[in-house]
């Protein structure tokens, strides 16, 4: 789905050690305060493309490492080139070093700025003297905007390296901790009461054993009484996609703990004790974390999430089934009973757009994303053909969903959510709405119709619609939450890289045509509704098989594309919605909290199918425990690694059970019944979702359709 990268290769070789002595040395008395050329670094530059200080202060470490060795290099610039991605040096080749030893300095950065700097790059690039430079007459302003002209340059393929190393995986200094690692002393203190509250970061209300109960039952649709202590919380429905949103809402991150420990008994005692016993160890063991964490200036560009990187590559028309958005499309059909006024509309529209900061947000050509002040959006347009005639009705209806369907919304421009308005006879009329899901993620679309609902009925006026309160928005979430994550995602990163080796590609299903002869790709859906009694006895069969509906959906799917795969085993990928729940305000932003999992099928065995499906439940508990290092990232080192030809993962599995209907019954009220939808991934063949609509379940199926017999 995402093959992008480039093969990795081990460290090996030395380099004179009249260069390591210069390197070291220049790492003690580095001038912080100068851009590799000399341009000076301005205060407004410490907020950069990668959001937090700490990481701009790493990037200029990085840079000054390098920067004295101008007998061998000349200048230097330090850029990660997606959000939570490895350093990457970027050298420009100085008279003195010849072409022999380009292989033989780069791999001596990398082991020196691990050694002496406590830095680890993934990648070092070598190119010509001066290529670094700005234009002529196109000077950045500062030191950030040097970099991400720098990105921009190094992404579009302009910079010509002479020379690319790539590090094998993680290095960190002897010695080096960070907050929040696994603990593996031994539990020590006095017994805590049942119920007794445990604290929890950001200001979030203490966490009680009754809360933890409250919050379970309402994640599995059930009362808090039916749940008992030493229930098995999988008979009542709990999945590992709820548990991971569970874990993440009572943000026990304070605590070490993750959702492996969560994951590997799930009864709500022993979660209880586990929580009990941890906030008694002595003082000390644990380290804990501030609620608080990095000042970001919102207003500047800030890097891309690895998913997020993924939509905006597979957006160019020269990636192979890409060309389309990742986007979401939905019409609403009113009647006389739900009227829609187009001024109101707009207005409730403009509103939404300024409370939800990432509806303003533009997509730059480097690859980062920034907040505008005002919404882009050119405003509500409107259809009238309350005079129409039946046929002309239905050719423009048939005209705007083939249209808006497919459509890529102008997110460089910053239009990233659109509303349109088509007035029919008969006081009907139709809704159409566009989601860029560079922006929002499945929860966030719920937020979104929520939110513009409430403000249409208050009369356009969000303060009088009784919405809760935001506090900062995603570019400030994304800082803290990779500073709480640091640690993990090192140690997922290995897991990961381990496993590389074995790991298969996308099912090899039969098609019509090769995929990069399709110029325009173009999603087909079908759908099947599961009714409130079938989905009760899917429930059911479920809990007697020690399994959750997701998986055996999940099972299901994978037997049918195993049944046309030539390869018994390949890849699914597997969305997660990875919102932590940092301050209270977090679970109401919009914004693509969007994580993936790459989840391993095997169906060469004689296993029957509730077996499998336990298997297939395992494997999925295992990986999500594993989940810091994207799937996105994991599927590009995959794609690096590969030598046999084998596809990329080029299906997704996508539940969203429990999460409540994706458009509630107030939004309808207000703008009419759900109508028809579709979404689209760039890269994708197939896409299998499963949500919930009015107590029972839509089982939608997204495809290429060119692709297939």
């Not at 590799?36 to 205060?43: A, I, R, V």
């Not at 950069?48 to 470490?61: A, C, F, I, Q």
């Not at 099928?601 to 298997?615: H, K, M, Y």
Request: glycine share 10%; net charge negative.
């Amino acid at each position: 789905m995402y093959p992008f990268g480039y093969p990795r290769t081990n460290l090996s070789g030395a380099f004179p050690g009249d260069f390591r002595a210069v390197l070291k040395e220049s790492s003690r008395r580095a001038n912080v305060n100068r851009m590799p050329d000399g341009l000076p670094l301005e205060k407004d530059a410490t907020e950069t493309l990668h959001g937090s200080r700490s990481d701009v202060l790493e990037l200029e470490r990085a840079e000054n490492a390098v920067r004295t060795c101008t007998e061998t290099v000349g200048a230097v610039c330090a850029l990660r080139t997606h959000h939570g991605g490895g350093l990457t040096l970027l050298l420009e080749t100085g008279p003195g070093l010849r072409e022999r030893d380009w292989a033989a300095c780069a791999r001596d950065v990398v082991r020196t700025m691990v050694a002496e700097c406590g830095l680890a790059p993934e990648t070092v690039g070598l190119v010509r003297g001066g290529a670094l430079a700005a234009p002529a007459g196109g000077e950045p302003a500062n030191a950030s905007a040097r970099r991400r002209e720098v990105l921009r340059r190094y992404r579009s393929g302009e910079l010509e390296l002479l020379h690319r190393h790539d590090a094998v995986g993680p290095a960190r200094p002897s010695g080096s901790s960070s907050a929040g690692t696994t603990d593996t002393a031994d539990i020590a203190g006095h017994p805590v009461p049942a119920g007794s509250p445990a604290a929890r970061s950001g200001g979030l209300p203490a966490l009680t054993l009754e809360s933890m109960r409250e919050d379970v039952a309402r994640s599995v649709g059930v009362a808090p009484s039916a749940i008992g202590d030493e229930d098995d919380l999988v008979y009542h429905g709990l999945d590992s996609i709820r548990l991971m949103q569970l874990v993440n809402q009572w943000q026990l991150d304070a605590l070490s703990l993750k959702f492996a420990d969560f994951a590997e008994r799930p009864v709500l005692a022993a979660w209880w004790k586990l929580v009990t016993d941890r906030r008694e160890r002595p003082a000390g063991e644990e380290a804990g974390r501030p609620a608080d964490g990095p000042a970001v200036d919102e207003s500047e560009p800030v890097a891309l999430t690895p998913v997020q990187h993924a939509y905006w590559i597979g957006r160019r028309d020269d990636q192979v089934l890409g060309g389309v958005a990742c986007h979401f499309y939905v019409e609403f059909d009113g009647d006389p009973r739900a009227p829609v006024d187009p001024g109101l509309l707009e207005g409730s529209v403009r509103e939404l757009m300024r409370r939800h900061a990432m509806l303003r947000a533009r997509f730059l050509n480097d690859g980062t994303q920034q907040v505008l002040e005002d919404p882009a959006w050119p405003g509500l347009t409107v259809h009238d053909l309350r005079g129409a005639g039946e046929a002309e009705v239905e050719r423009h209806l048939a005209e705007e969903r083939e249209r808006l369907a497919h459509r890529r919304l102008d997110v460089d421009g910053g239009v990233v959510f659109d509303v349109r308005l088509s007035l029919l006879p008969e006081d009907r009329h139709r809704m159409h709405v566009n989601v860029d899901l560079l922006v929002a993620d499945v929860l966030s679309i719920q937020i979104l119709f929520r939110d513009l609902s409430r403000i249409y009925r208050a009369g356009g006026d969000a303060d009088r619609a009784g919405l809760p309160e935001l506090g900062y928005g995603f570019p400030t979430y994304l800082a803290r939450v990779e500073e709480r994550r640091s640690a993990d995602r090192e140690r997922a990163r290995e897991h990961w890289h381990a496993r590389l080796p074995d790991l298969p590609g996308g099912p090899q299903l039969p098609i019509s045509v090769e995929p990069s002869s399709i110029a325009a790709p173009r999603f087909r859906r079908r759908d099947h509704r599961l009714d409130t009694r079938e989905r009760a006895v899917l429930e059911e069969l479920a809990r007697r098989h020690g399994a959750t509906v997701p998986v055996l959906l999940a099972t299901a799917y994978a037997e049918v594309l195993g049944a046309w795969s030539t390869e018994p085993r390949f890849l699914l990928n597997v969305p997660l919605f990875d919102r932590s729940v940092l301050d209270p305000h977090v679970e109401h932003l919009v914004a693509d909290f969007t994580n993936l999992v790459p989840l391993e099928v095997d169906l060469g065995s004689e296993t029957g199918f509730g077996q499998r499906a336990l298997e297939l439940q395992a494997r999925l508990r295992s990986d999500m425990v594993h989940s810091e290092y994207t799937g996105v990232e994991v599927l590009r080192d995959l794609a690096r690694s590969r030598t046999d030809g084998a596809p990329p993962p080029s299906v997704v599995f996508t539940s969203a059970v429990g999460m409540g209907d994706l458009v509630g019954q107030e939004t309808q009220e207000a703008f009419g019944r759900l109508g028809w939808m579709l979404s689209q991934t760039p890269q994708v063949w197939l896409d299998h979702q499963v949500i919930e609509q009015d107590g029972g379940l839509l089982l939608v199926w997204d495809a290429v359709e060119e692709l297939f017999p």
